[in-house]
């Protein structure tokens, strides 16, 4: 028994800097102006955990005009976040990146979505786990499959060692996360997850891609 009490302790401490831990709606929150694709813009889905640090990830990168936070790869209509939290639906947070492929190739895209998280990791992103953080990388046509499929073959020779748990999708539908969930670390710079997890996630895939960032754009 007299384990009990440090075991619950840092359960309660692992869930409230854990993505699953916020699921306080703020219903203050404003939505975010409408974006407006342009005609040459292009849509590329990716999941790889707390959607949080994802979105802003790609939003990072050059030639990236727009990340939402939704939910992708599951079976059931219109779910939500605490839908998704049962891990009944199917869905993953996923992040829909607009992107203008002038600037930036989905082969670019896939490079940052393997580069900034651990795809050998079995439904989770520490400190999340659970199917709904599962990594997918979706694809829309035979081309980008082979992107895909080309970019984890070589990664699992080179640095992997055949590991690579990543599903490889076809995609079918994207539903938008709630408003509270948009631009979250942006919006709470000072919120716990967002220092403990986002930011250094952030930061980490910074360092090593500086030559992918707007703000090294001159």
Partial sequence: MKFIKPFFTIAISLLLISCLGFSKKEDSIKEKPLYI??????IAYFASGCFWCV????ES???????????AGGQTKNPTYQSIGTGRTGHAETVAVYYNPKKVSFETLVTVFFGSHDPTTVNGQHPDYGTQYRSIAFYSNASEKKIIDDAIAKLNVEKYNGKIVTEVTKFTEFYKAEEYHQDFERRNPNQGYVKAVSVPRLN?????FPELLKENKH
């Fill in 37 to 42: 694709p342009s005609e040459n813009t292009q």
């Fill in 55 to 58: 979105e802003a990830i790609f």
């Fill in 61 to 71: 990168v050059i030639g990236v005009e727009e990340a939402v936070s939704g939910y």
């Fill in 204 to 208: 980490k895939f910074k360092s090593k």
